[in-house]
Structures are given as structure tokens and as C-alpha cells.
């Protein structure tokens, strides 16, 4: 079966710190892959994408950035976070259209 | 701008009773429809997807899909105080997009 794995799941980072989350795919290969911030009470918002290696599509312009170095690796990362960076970050991958998520990493950006 | 929006909530129904969650969508591209549960603090869970019009039933849980209307609705029969949680719609034409989401209780 699918697994999305994703670390870590909780990190504190200073303000103007850089940021790199890597999530990782097992059990299928050429997924779909997400990555989504969920502010406290909120919706998901999806900030990027990518159907294939090297492929991303940015939905929200703002100063992270994303990579897909291999099919199931996907990267998040800053190279100065923000206050408003904070938040429960998601990484999700698709497997016969159905997304299926990672455990999350809490972010908290002091 | 792509959305997908949900009666806001927060929804109360008794022990028993019928929750009803809706959702519309603006992206007439969106292709496949998910319902997923969300328990505070952790990552969703999918409960259903559904791919064409009409009614998908699966056990006590079921979807409707109008693309005409671009209306998804989650119907939860026979509600369990475990039903409660967070209910968040999905449209996907392959940018899976959420909806913000509604909190529904289960009163015992």
C-alpha cells in the first residue's frame, strides 16, 4: 500500500531561518504530488504541485519554493521564513486519483 | 480564481439524525470529487470519492454529484458522537483544491 512519509513532525525555526520539509512516496510510482498549509481552524490551501519530476506548478506567489528531484521526493523549502510562514504543513500524494496525506509537520516560525 | 466553498458551519445534529455537508466548485474542469474527515491535529482521512452524477453510497455515508449545478453534498446517516470533526470537500482537475471546511458535532 501507499505511504506518504513526511518529517518532521513538529520544528521552531527563528524568523529569516531557511526551511526545507521533505516528503517521500512509497508503494506507487509517478504520483501526483502536493504540498498544503493549514492555519489553525482553517481549510487546506494549496501552495504547490507537481504531476511529474522537475514539473511544479506555484499556486500562492510568496517566498517558498518547491523541487522534485526524484518521482517520489518532494521538497518545501524558504530561504526566509516569516511570522505568517506558520502552520501545519501537508504533503499529500495521489494514487488512482485519490489523494492520500503524510502525518504533517506543525511549523512554528518565533 | 479556482474555489471550492462550503456551508461554513459550525453544524449540531443529534445522535442519530441525518448531517448534511455542501460544497460547490467554480473550476467546470474538476473532474473527480473527494469528502475527507479531519480530526484536530491531524491529516485528513478520505472518506469517499465520486467521479460521475448522482448518488455513491457506502454504508452510512453518502455522495451526490451535480456538475451541472457543480454542487457536492455528503450525506452521514444514523450520526455518531464519533462522527464529529472536521468535514473538508475536494475538487480536482489534477490541482486538488479544498474547501475551508465544516465542523460538525454529534450530541450523545
Known amino acids: 500500500s501507499q505511504t506518504i512519509h513526511q518529517w518532521p513532525a513538529t520544528l521552531v525555526q527563528p524568523v529569516g531561518s531557511p526551511l526545507s520539509l521533505e516528503c517521500t512516496v512509497e508503494?506507487?510510482?509517478?504520483?501526483?504530488l502536493y504540498w498544503y498549509r493549514q492555519a489553525a481552524g482553517r481549510g487546506l490551501q494549496l501552495l504547490f504541485y507537481?504531476?511529474?519530476?522537475?514539473?511544479i506548478s506555484s499556486e500562492v506567489p510568496q517566498n517558498l519554493s518547491a523541487s522534485r528531484p526524484q518521482d517520489r521526493q518532494f521538497i518545501l523549502s524558504s530561504k526566509k521564513l516569516l511570522l505568517s510562514d506558520s502552520g501545519f504543513y501537508l504533503c499529500a500524494g495521489t494514487v488512482n486519483e485519490k489523494l492520500f496525506f503524510g502525518s504533517g509537520t506543525q511549523l512554528s516560525v518565533l | 480564481q479556482k474555489e471550492v466553498e462550503q456551508n461554513s458551519g459550525p453544524l449540531s445534529v443529534p445522535e442519530g439524525a441525518i448531517a448534511s455537508l455542501n460544497c460547490t466548485y467554480s473550476d467546470r474542469g474538476s473532474q473527480s470529487f473527494f469528502w475527507y474527515r479531519q480530526y484536530s491535529g491531524k491529516s485528513p482521512e478520505l472518506i469517499m470519492s465520486i467521479y460521475s452524477n448522482g448518488d455513491k453510497e457506502d454504508g452510512r455515508f453518502t455522495a451526490q454529484l451535480n456538475k451541472a449545478s457543480q454542487y457536492v453534498s455528503l450525506l452521514i446517516r444514523d450520526s455518531q458522537p464519533s462522527d464529529s470533526a472536521t468535514y473538508l470537500c475536494?475538487?480536482?482537475?489534477?490541482?486538488?483544491?479544498f474547501g475551508a471546511g465544516t465542523r460538525l458535532t454529534v450530541k450523545p
Open positions: 507537481s504531476v511529474g519530476i522537475g514539473q
Open positions: 475536494a475538487a480536482s482537475n489534477n490541482d486538488m483544491r
Open positions: 508503494g506507487t510510482s509517478n504520483p501526483n
